[in-house]
């Protein structure tokens, strides 16, 4: 029985000091160089976020530690590089969204011009055999020329799946890139 007093009172005290340390934490009890400890670990990892809160922290604590100002140094230039990155991916998605939508563009324009044309081509061939008197009456004619147009109509207003679809991509390419961009100036801004 006593062994299990030992065991239970060993694993309350363990609690307790968990407990204890998570509460300090929190409220920003411990000292800074704890935090900036964490930051150091943070930045081994590689996580910028929690780094830059860490070292947020330890310059709260204690605004002249020097570690935690040289932290800060380092960590802003970081956080500048990513943003200058974030930047230039950015401009670039920009760039190809304006290429993709040109594309398009032409590919609508050359299409127009394919469909007058084989508008125009029926057309003529009716009003040239109406005026030749061929044994086709010109109403037909002109009833397949206007059916001819009708059907490069329907396909000049059919999107052009593969342009429309890289303007898309081009589009959350943007997107993505701006959100990017926003979180990286963000994080620069909590350095400052």
Excluded at 7 to 23: D, E, H, N, Y
Excluded at 99 to 117: G, N, Y
Aim: aromatic share 6%; charged share 20%; with cysteine.
């Amino acid at each position: 029985m006593a062994l299990l007093g030992s065991i239970l009172t060993g694993l309350g005290i363990t609690a307790a000091v968990k407990s204890a340390k998570w509460v300090a934490d929190r409220r920003g009890w411990l000292p800074a160089s704890y935090y900036w400890n964490l930051a150091d670990q943070a930045v081994a990892d590689g996580d910028l976020d929690t780094a830059i809160r860490n070292n947020q922290r330890a310059r709260q604590r204690q605004s002249d530690y020097a570690p935690a100002q040289a932290q800060r140094q380092m960590l802003l230039m970081v956080a500048n590089q990513h943003a200058t990155k974030a930047r230039v991916h950015h401009c670039l998605a920009r760039e190809t969204l304006a290429k993709q939508e040109q594309r398009l563009i032409a590919l609508k324009r050359q299409r127009m011009r394919r469909s007058l044309l084989a508008t125009v081509i029926p057309i003529a061939s009716g009003y040239a055999a109406g005026l030749l008197q061929m044994r086709v009456p010109i109403y037909a004619c002109y009833g397949i020329g206007a059916l001819a147009s009708l059907i490069t109509w329907s396909a000049l207003h059919t999107p052009i799946s593969e342009a429309t679809l890289a303007v898309t991509a081009a589009q959350q390419g943007l997107e993505i890139a701006r959100q990017k961009f926003a979180c990286e100036l963000k994080r620069r801004a909590m350095l400052n």
